[in-house]
């Protein structure tokens, strides 16, 4: 199956990715360190991305969005682009945590630095973390693969369990962590510290592989996972002028 990956919740980030069971690869992927103008930028990375990987948009079999958590104006943009671009291109449109991504990064680890049991944390703003606790599986024909514990969650990072944390979130709030992993680790996909990871695309694209070698269905939900209210609120009615 070749997927065109999408992710806003946080940077945003786009890939293709063949998720052949036993061999998933990434044939193309962008992404910007940007967390603004998720919506200009989006469109034309797409072309970019496709042009790279020498896919036509007729060649592809779906279209996988990071469904969140993440603030309201940048997760929309990515989901929006998702199911338009299923629309226009007649393409089934699937939903995945975007937690998965970074989640798959971990389980990905070479054995004797990949945690059994760990929390992936993502910043939030207002001094808080989105955040979840997965475990790691040996899956029989695609390696292991993260399984989620429990539903994603906003909240303080004190709040996190006693377990190794990977991801921005715990960057952010190294003090209030009882594990955050600060250092690179040796054999990880990205070489830059866990505690810089944010979710992206191809990761995602990789968790689904890792989904789909394991005999299980993509979702096709892809309601956002907000979290929390929007800041934004409907003005009441105006006060009348009295005499």
């Known amino acids: 199956m070749l997927l065109l990956?999408?992710?806003?919740?946080?940077?945003?980030?786009?890939?293709?990715?063949?998720?052949t069971p036993q061999a998933p690869r990434v044939l193309a992927r962008w992404e910007t360190a940007a967390t603004r103008f998720h919506a200009e930028v989006l469109t034309p990375a797409v072309e970019t991305t496709l042009n790279q990987a020498g896919i036509a948009a007729g060649e592809l079999d779906g279209i996988l969005v990071g469904t969140g958590p993440g603030?309201?104006?940048?997760?929309?943009?990515?989901?929006?682009?998702?199911?338009?671009?299923?629309?226009?291109?007649?393409l089934p449109v699937f939903g995945m945590c975007s937690l998965e991504a970074i989640a798959h990064d971990v389980a990905s680890l070479p054995e004797p630095v990949r945690p059994s049991e760990f929390?992936?944390?993502?910043?939030?703003?207002r001094r808080e973390v989105y955040w979840a606790t997965y475990t790691v599986a040996d899956g029989e024909n695609g390696g292991p693969r993260a399984l989620?514990?429990?539903?994603?969650?906003?909240?303080a990072?004190?709040?996190?369990?006693?377990?190794?944390?990977?991801?921005?979130?715990?960057?952010?709030?190294?003090?209030?962590?009882?594990h955050p992993v600060l250092q690179a680790v040796p054999g990880a996909h990205d070489t830059a510290p866990p505690v810089e990871w944010q979710?992206?695309?191809?990761?995602?694209?990789?968790?689904?592989?890792?989904?789909?070698?394991?005999?299980?269905?993509?979702?096709?939900?892809?309601?956002?996972?907000?979290?929390?209210?929007?800041?934004?609120?409907?003005p009441g009615p105006r006060k009348k002028a009295t005499a």
């Not at 990956?5 to 998720?19: E, I, M, Q």
Request: charged residues 20%; glycine residues 8%.
């Open 71 to 90: 603030p309201f104006t940048g997760l929309r943009a990515g989901l929006v682009s998702a199911r338009t671009l299923g629309f226009v291109w007649d």
């Open 148 to 155: 989620a514990s429990d539903s994603p969650r906003v909240g």
């Open 199 to 234: 979710p992206h695309a191809a990761s995602l694209g990789l968790a689904a592989a890792a989904a789909l070698a394991a005999d299980l269905e993509l979702s096709d939900d892809t309601s956002p996972l907000y979290l929390r209210e929007s800041d934004a609120k409907v």
């Open 119 to 125: 929390a992936v944390a993502t910043d939030a703003r």
């Open 5 to 19: 990956c999408l992710d806003t919740s946080a940077a945003a980030s786009v890939a293709v990715v063949d998720t």
């Open 157 to 178: 990072a004190s709040e996190l369990p006693d377990l190794p944390v990977y991801g921005r979130g715990a960057g952010l709030y190294p003090d209030l962590l009882a």
